[in-house]
């Protein structure tokens, strides 16, 4: 019997992964279909640094610290400050499929298909082998309207492949407080893909992090002896992760750089009415679905748990800054909204004018 169960779950993670790989393939048929790039502001930037890494893979290097082939040949040293591994699969597909631009979406459906796959298995380990809630939760976080505006509005390889990695970070810091099992071997590898794809992203984790301690601190028992398992995956990242900060520091220490001129961002702020209708829209935003969701959960707020409430005044707090302080002082601060969803399970997400982090918790 016991053997029957075993094969009987083997077969449908099999399955679960067919239906990621069949989504991943039906949202990129458009694009296919079209045979033609959809410009983002960084598209020609990245475009730049996938060619290059494809001829320095077809010369038999699998990696080149300066551009040698693009940014007009003059040795730009981008891949010591600008992580590479999110261009690879764009560069493999690029050497492998005649056709470029069939190329670049070969290598965006990778990144989504892989993205599910990670997303599925966190969901397996929070909700403890429920594959329904796993498949669930793996289509709202890669295929929402915020991820793809990612790909496709502004091209950011580097943003959308570290999203790729929120799951691990956000799992192997909840494990640590709040599960038996301390897997905080999740969290390093989760920080250090975010490294070695975009760093800015890894700065911004950093503060998810900090949030999931602060609303640990006040919820988890025995606090202090589980903050060792944060410095164990501290460490681990920075080692795993050496390469990357050596050559930063090489460059960064060897070169005069010139960073663009600060000014005042008294427009950068959103009004809430407009945040709304443009998430309603699907517009660069969360979305119309996690939209809906994020009333739902509002007005259903006495049935949330402890953890949810703490998660809900930080991400109220911060959009209340976002749309109000912000257009008064002319200062960017870093925007979270808030996401409820009460019934057999409950998604928040805190989502960034850069990131989205999407925890979901189960009632007991």
């Known amino acids: 019997m016991i053997k029957?169960?075993?094969?009987?779950?083997?077969?449908?993670?099999?399955?679960?992964?067919?239906?990621?790989?069949?989504?991943?393939?039906?949202?990129?048929?458009?694009?296919?279909?079209?045979?033609?790039?959809?410009?983002?502001?960084?598209?020609?930037?990245?475009?730049?640094?996938?060619?290059?890494?494809?001829?320095?893979?077809?010369?038999?290097?699998?990696?080149?610290?300066?551009?040698?082939?693009?940014?007009?040949?003059?040795?730009?040293?981008?891949?010591?400050?600008?992580?590479?591994?999110?261009?690879?699969?764009?560069?493999?597909?690029?050497?492998?499929?005649?056709?470029?631009?069939?190329?670049?979406?070969?290598?965006?459906?990778?990144?989504?298909?892989?993205?599910?796959?990670?997303?599925?298995?966190?969901?397996?380990?929070?909700?403890?082998?429920?594959?329904?809630k796993a498949l669930l939760f793996s289509f709202i976080y890669v295929l929402s309207a915020y991820n793809f505006s990612w790909m496709f509005l502004t091209f950011d390889v580097g943003q959308t492949a570290g999203y790729i990695f929120l799951p691990l970070i956000v799992y192997g810091t909840y494990s640590i407080f709040f599960r038996e099992k301390k897997e905080w071997i999740l969290l390093s590898f989760g920080m250090t893909g975010v490294v070695y794809s975009h760093v800015l992203s890894f700065l911004m984790y950093v503060v998810v992090v900090m949030m999931l301690i602060v609303i640990a601190f006040f919820t988890s028992k025995n606090f202090w002896r589980k903050i060792k398992y944060i410095i164990y995956a501290g460490i681990t990242t920075l080692l795993m992760t050496s390469f990357y900060w050596s050559t930063l520091f090489t460059i960064y220490s060897s070169n005069k750089l010139f960073i663009t001129k600060s000014g005042t961002l008294t427009t950068a702020s959103v009004g809430l009415g407009d945040s709304i209708i443009s998430s309603l829209n699907n517009n660069e935003s969360i979305g119309t679905l996690i939209t809906i969701l994020v009333f739902m959960g509002l007005f259903l707020w006495k049935k949330q748990s402890m953890i949810t409430k703490f998660s809900g005044i930080i991400g109220i707090v911060f959009l209340l800054q976002q749309l109000m302080f912000l257009s008064q002082c002319g200062i960017l601060l870093i925007r979270h909204q808030l996401l409820f969803f009460n019934g057999q399970e409950e998604y928040y997400v805190f989502q960034t004018s850069f990131w989205q982090f999407l925890l979901l918790k189960r009632f007991g």
């Not at 099999?14 to 990129?28: E, F, G, H, R």
């Not at 965006?108 to 993205?115: D, G, K, L």
């Open 4 to 132: 029957l169960n075993k094969l009987a779950n083997k077969q449908k993670n099999i399955l679960a992964i067919i239906v990621c790989l069949v989504a991943s393939i039906l949202v990129m048929v458009p694009y296919f279909c079209s045979d033609s790039l959809h410009a983002g502001v960084d598209m020609s930037f990245h475009l730049n640094r996938i060619y290059d890494l494809a001829q320095n893979i077809k010369d038999g290097k699998l990696f080149s610290y300066i551009e040698t082939y693009a940014m007009n040949q003059v040795g730009t040293p981008i891949n010591m400050v600008y992580g590479a591994l999110p261009i690879y699969p764009f560069a493999v597909a690029l050497i492998l499929i005649s056709n470029p631009v069939q190329a670049i979406y070969a290598g965006w459906w990778f990144i989504v298909f892989v993205s599910m796959l990670i997303s599925y298995w966190c969901g397996l380990k929070y909700w403890q082998g429920n594959k329904k």
